[in-house]
Structure formats: structure tokens, C-alpha cells
């Protein structure tokens, strides 16, 4: 849910990282006698996801492609392989208490353009489902209310601020209350970091804050603050996927802090992920990183999630 550094993320943020395009390294560190994922008997995703992007503020037309690319590519055949469908994959393993896998379909809807600031320029955790509902109440091309299928994606322009954003927090999920938007559907909210606070949030694209001689990764589409969202966006929607209303797949006992299934693997990714290294990733002759493929000739560099087969965190750029 993105609500604190992982051990992950707090060992990589404190060492330097070599040089990754062809190094060996040792197999992926195993967690699996640290982590108890467990399934609280809570609803899951298992029909097909309707996702609903509302952009507010004001937004680059390049970034929102790049987004919109990464959203795509789900629902994309054909993709070279390791792709986004790929990732996906893992998060399909999960079931419910019915053993009825999470939906392996997702389609990107539906956008909204909220370029007033309809809730200012400062949101919090309440205001942003305000976003929400201006977009489902709006005279103009607004978005329905999905109760069945529907995901809202809210994502924020780099001169947003958000509560406890770029403190510990670069994004998260949890459900709206009916008071509010008429409704219980899953949303999750993401920054853009690019202005704000790049060194947390565009991880590896940017240096961590305390570490200024960090090999800074180049990044697949030239722009760190919108691809560090991208990563942020692939942790929330498998989260959301696993556990949309807090009562479906996490570690520990207290559903007010869950450590779910992208929590665990926070900067890993790629095999050979610890000791400060993110792990073998893929670097093309132009100098970029990144380790799936997407639409439109698109790459993107996600962070891995927990696989509840191989209890370990996965992704499909795993080295056997």
C-alpha cells in the first residue's frame, strides 16, 4: 500500500548500486521464512477490471501517453516477452475462498480530465475521493459509477500536493465510502514525484535522498518522475487486485498496516535483488534500463511483487 519504506527499498536506498546491464550476482534473497501471506476471506478481484483514469490538474500530453501506454499494454497481445501481461501473470495466482483466481483481464475504460483543481491544489486522504466524485457527477464526459468492475486511478500533476505525500509515500489504494461518492469501489491515488521529491519516489531513475553518488538508471522513456509513477501504478493495482478492500491477501496482523503483495518487494527488480542491488535488469545500446516490454514499442522498469507459488518475490524478467 505504499505506506512506508520496505526493508527492500531501506537496504537499496542505503548502498551504492554497480553497474547492471551483464553482472552476475547470487539468486534472489529469500524471504519466505520472514513473510506469512495470508487470505483474510475477503472479495477479490476476479471480473474482468474496468480502469478508470481521472488526471488532475495539468498534465503533459508526453507523460500522460507514457501512462497510457503502460495501461494499455495489459490488455495487449503479442507483446514481446517479458511483457506487462507477463507480470500480471503473478497476480493472477492469487484465489479466493471459492479458489477462483484474480482476473488476468484489464481495460483502460475510461478518462477524466479534472484541469480545474476541482479540491484545490492540496489534497488529503478524504478530499481525493472528492475527485472521485466530481468525476462521476460532472456535466461533461463524466465517468460512471462501476460498482462491479470499476477501479478509479487518480493520478496528480508534479504541482500537486497530497497528504504525507513524499514522506514515506508515493501512492495508495483503499475503497471509497458511500457517503462520499454514492458507492464502495477501489480506488488508488499516485503523484507525480518528477518536481517534488524524484529521489523517493522515481527510484532508480533519480538519486536517494542521502546518497548523491548513486548510479543514477536511465530511464526507458525519458522521463523519471512520470516512470517512477508508472512502478507506483503497477504496485497499486496488484494490491488492489489482491486485497480492495483490506480484507484479502497481506502479511501481519493488523489490517490498518497490511503488508501486501507489492510492500514486500519494494526495489527489487530483478534476479540476484539485496544486499543494495535491484537486481539484473535489461540495458539497451541507447543507455536505458528497464525490465518488461509494453505497447507501442513502449518499456517500462516495474518492481516485482510476492509470488504465493514460489513464496518469494517474481517478475518476468527472472533469471533461471
Known sequence: MYRHLSLCLFLVLLLPLPSIS????????????LVEMSYHKGPLLNSPINLYLIWYGQWNPSAQSIIRDFLVSFSSPFLPSPSVP???????????????????????????????????????????????KAAITSFHNALPLDIQQGVYLILTSPDVQMEEFCRGVCGFH????????????????????GIQC?????????????????????????????????????????????????SGWY?????????????????????GAGSGFIGNVYRSSDGVSYNV????????????IWDPVRQSCFGPNAIN
Not at 501486501?260 to 526495489?267: N, P, S, V
Open 251 to 271: 502479511a501481519g496482523d493488523d489490517p490498518a498496516a497490511p503488508n501486501e503483495i507489492g510492500d514486500l518487494c519494494e526495489g527489487i527488480y530483478g534476479t
Open 174 to 193: 483503499y475503497f471509497t465510502s458511500p457517503s462520499i461518492v454514492g458507492a464502495t469501489v477501489p480506488y488508488a491515488w499516485i503523484g507525480q514525484s
Open 293 to 304: 516490454n509494453g505497447a507501442n514499442g513502449r518499456r517500462f522498469m516495474i518492481q516485482w
Open 22 to 33: 551483464h553482472y552476475h550476482t547470487d539468486e534472489l534473497v529469500d524471504l519466505s521464512h
Open 86 to 132: 507477463d507480470w500480471w501473470r503473478t497476480v493472477t495466482y492469487y484465489t479466493d475462498q471459492n479458489n477462483v483466481n484474480i482476473t488476468s483481464k484489464l481495460v483502460l475504460a475510461s478518462e477524466y480530465f479534472d484541469t480545474s483543481y476541482s479540491q484545490g491544489n492540496s489534497l488529503t486522504r478524504t478530499t481525493v475521493q472528492s475527485v472521485i
Open 198 to 246: 524524484p529521489g523517493m519516489c522515481a527510484f532508480p531513475f533519480a538519486s536517494p535522498p542521502g546518497n548523491p553518488g548513486f548510479q543514477v538508471l536511465g530511464s526507458p522513456n525519458g522521463d523519471p518522475g512520470t516512470e517512477g509513477m508508472v512502478s507506483v501504478i503497477a504496485h497499486e493495482l496488484g494490491e488492489m487486485a489482491t486485497d480492495p478492500y483490506i
